[in-house]
């Protein structure tokens, strides 16, 4: 078999894997390769092959005839230097592909099906396109509670798990869609504090305008190897960190990146998708958060228990002892929405000062206190009691600092974007409704989470008053062209819907 | 709104519109783009935009900051210099899309939501991924008979039509998957040469060894535009071209491109495929002939039946008359595989020579003679022998003649492939079974349809009897990489059963 040389084509292609080849390559024309075709790399050594997407080049200083070109996912997965010699064939569709069709034509799907579908994906052998098919033949209307088990089931086995050696380990899921919703970073050092056993790993935002991830990043290191945070757990308890070192439920990433671009978000997937993870994690009691409101993810009081149901039905069977709570999701939590806005807000709540933003402050003590209430020994009730007494004392900040430390504490210095500009009220009155995504979206364009000190802080919240002209919000932003982006949006929609009222 | 400068990039992304940009671009940075966002390219005066999914470079020599790198796709579809400033943001998911989203919930679609779906797919305004979504969506547990019908219209609809001013437009399709069968070839010269109009547009082939296009442009140029085939036709009374030139139903070039990948073959989706682009070219009546068999595209007699119940009805509502042949499909029609051997076979029948493939010559006379019935002045029973008396006579090698004369004879030398081998019998015995996909696999490897003279050349059929040794069929490929390739399929697998039998 002739082989080709490898060679690093610099283009992310973003959880696809493209490589490329010169259409006046030998290889090309002989094997009936047509853009698109899906090839196996084989290195010299036997060993796993890596599938790609094959996109043929007509210019040869970005791939030459006898070169494989590859972008830079490809490169990461071969790690392979340039150069070395590979052998390229058509790719057999995935075996489990025949499964998948089955799911199309109305079929339910046994665990051996869904850990076949879940291990070639996980191996890169499913295109975005037999992936899509997949998602879509899942699709509420085929998808059976079983089936959600043997999927989450599957997505568990097809990644590494973290183990901690203790039955407690808590953790904490919100479902999302509320921007400044950081009470995580003020739960985890209440709970650690009390002496629970809880292992935050958290993603950066993919949507959002600040992940946990990124937001516990402007206080300290959140890039820690499996065995860092070990020791770090092991000494305070608790640690708040990435994690995307530990290779926990990767088809979950790999679905995800195909089901944001078709707007899916079945609930047996959402379920699937959260609970892959936290088992994983190590996780044996967990809570979830569902946020109720028109602009949330989860919009009517009968979606959320359906998906309680779903959640409690499949956490029960995978030994994930889990507690759902629907909480309030009309405005955003706190004033910051972005890293360093949102981490002033924790820390203000940490440190008890009086102008910290109550609903974080109240929303955080809530749930922490359910989860106190997973240790046998804290009474039904009693949690809220003692999560506040942790936090009033100061030990929830000692705790906070002693996990900033253990981390590795941030002394790059930061500031709030430089350009900062104050949206006011368009009239007087009554707010009646800030719009989550609208918030969240005019966050982004300003630059969160990548520019640390971008987003938009909140000074008015619903139900409070409003004179003509009187800030509602700040916009910050790094960049000129982020500020006029987002300063633009919030022309386009204020995000506040202000009521005039007789009187005040 | 800052503008990029177009640039085009020699990749070839197969019906996937791609663009670059560079990471350090501000642009990418301020809108917080991310690979495979979709983003919408606008002109400088108001126009159509066009859609594409963005990959992000880090090497300038592909694209620069300041510059949007366009994919081979992209350049053609904008139609504007290297260097035009040009304007990006996010694509607004395509409006139809959730009709996309209903449709996988269960529901049933309208006319005008299956119009505006394909009205977005033509805009290329639909990724990959989703119109994925749609096919899945569509898959047989949930499209109505209607269904398939709005889709068909729409498809024509969001193209353009073929008109030919006469009542009787006659045309044919085979549902494929049977090598060597180039009754088209045999049937348009009979029935031009009766009267009846025949202007017959091919694809190329995609997966098969020879399409008809491939094959008849062996004998002359296939490549006409509208009006010169409208000339063609008019002196002729048939032709045989490329129906690439006219925008003949492009969704559904689009849809294929996306169903291959995925082994999808739904009946409704192969129904509303093949009735628009008839109903498209102006066809007023359509033979189709579905050939049975264990390796062709329809295997049993029932899936034959239930596809031809729904070409019935959706043909009825289109103005297209159609009949539905069945017929054998258990081994390779004539002799040869491939451009240059089918077009052989093709001349032996028309030559009436003896040494013609038989079975060739009757099946193109049964389908001739079936559509020849179409004439309403033509009993039923005797188009065959009709057919029979104007390929005897000559009359029809006279009409393909002069039909290769109108198109342009090719005057390229072209010769057999000079590498070539015999395969021969393992042993004496009965040929029992032919493997089409496999032949059809071994021709392709070997160079068809790329190389005319690529192919494989049958010399036995089923039913007859070899002694070990003896050749069963040649290899002919034109460079030594598909030859290889061609021989080593066939050794792993020579797609001939032969039994051995205790007497001759």
């Known amino acids: 078999m002739p082989t080709l040389k490898l060679r690093s084509v610099a283009i992310d292609t973003y959880r696809e894997n493209v490589v490329y080849l010169h259409r006046g390559c030998t290889l090309y024309r002989s094997e009936g390769f047509q853009a698109l075709n899906k090839i196996e790399i084989h290195k010299e050594e036997n060993g ?7 996109n043929i080049v007509e210019d040869a200083n970005i791939t030459a005839p006898g070169e494989l070109g590859i972008s830079e996912q490809v490169f990461e997965q071969l790690n392979l230097p340039p150069g070395t010699p590979v052998t390229v064939k058509h790719a057999t569709p995935p075996a489990s592909i025949e499964a998948v069709h089955d799911k199309i034509n109305g079929e339910a799907l046994s665990y051996e099906q869904y850990f076949r579908i879940s291990q070639d994906i996980v191996e890169n052998r499913y295109s975005k396109i037999e992936i899509a098919a997949f998602l879509v033949g899942c699709a509420e209307t085929g998808f059976e509670r ?9 997505m568990v086995e097809t990644g590494d798990r973290l183990e901690w050696g203790e039955s407690l380990v808590v953790d904490k899921h919100c479902i999302g869609g ?3 919703n950081r009470t995580t970073m003020l739960i985890v050092p209440i709970v650690a504090a009390h002496g629970m056993l809880m292992p935050k790993t958290s ?9 946990t991830a990124d937001t516990m990043e402007v206080l300290a290191n959140v890039d820690l190897q499996p065995e860092e945070l070990r020791n770090i757990v092991q000494q305070q308890r608790g640690c708040l960190a990435w994690g995307g070192n530990a290779r926990l439920a990767p088809v979950d990433d790999i679905l995800i990146s195909v089901e944001r671009p078709l707007s899916m978000d079945s609930p047996g997937q959402m379920v699937a998708s959260i609970l892959s993870k ?8 967990l809570l979830i958060d569902i946020p109720l409101g028109p602009t949330a993810k989860v919009r009517t009081h009968r979606d959320a228990l359906r998906l309680r149901k779903l959640f409690e039905y499949v956490g029960d069977r995978m030994q994930l002892e889990l507690e759902v709570v629907i909480t309030g999701g009309s405005q955003p939590i706190g004033r910051g929405i972005g890293p360093m806005l949102e981490t002033r807000d924790v820390m203000q709540v940490l440190e008890c000062r009086p102008d910290a933003p109550m609903d974080l402050r109240e929303k955080a003590l809530q749930l922490a206190g359910r989860i106190l209430e997973f240790d046998a020994d804290v009474r039904g009730g009693e949690g809220y009691h003692i999560a506040r007494d942790i936090l009033d004392s100061g030990r929830a900040l000692a705790k906070m600092e002693a996990i900033i430390e253990a981390q590795g504490k941030n002394t790059r210095p930061l500031q709030l974007g430089r350009l900062h500009h104050a949206i006011t009220a368009p009239r007087s009155g009554k707010i009646t409704m800030i719009d989550n995504l609208q918030m969240a979206s005019i966050a982004r364009l300003a630059g969160a989470p990548l520019d640390k000190g971008a987003g938009v802080d909140l000074h008015k919240k619903t139900g409070e008053h409003v004179e003509m002209g009187e800030p509602l919000y700040t916009i910050y932003a790094a960049f000129p062209a982020n500020y006029e982006f987002a300063l633009e949006a919030a022309r386009q929609d204020i995000g506040y819907t202000v009521k005039e009222t007789d009187s005040k």
């Open 48 to 54: 796993q092959p890596v599938i790609a997407v094959l």
């Open 146 to 154: 079983d089936e959600v088990l043997y999927l989450t089931r599957s």
């Open 178 to 180: 509320i921007p400044g």
């Open 203 to 211: 993603s950066r935002a993919i949507t959002s305008p600040a992940g």
């Open 278 to 285: 936290k088992v994983a994690a190590g996780a044996t009691r």
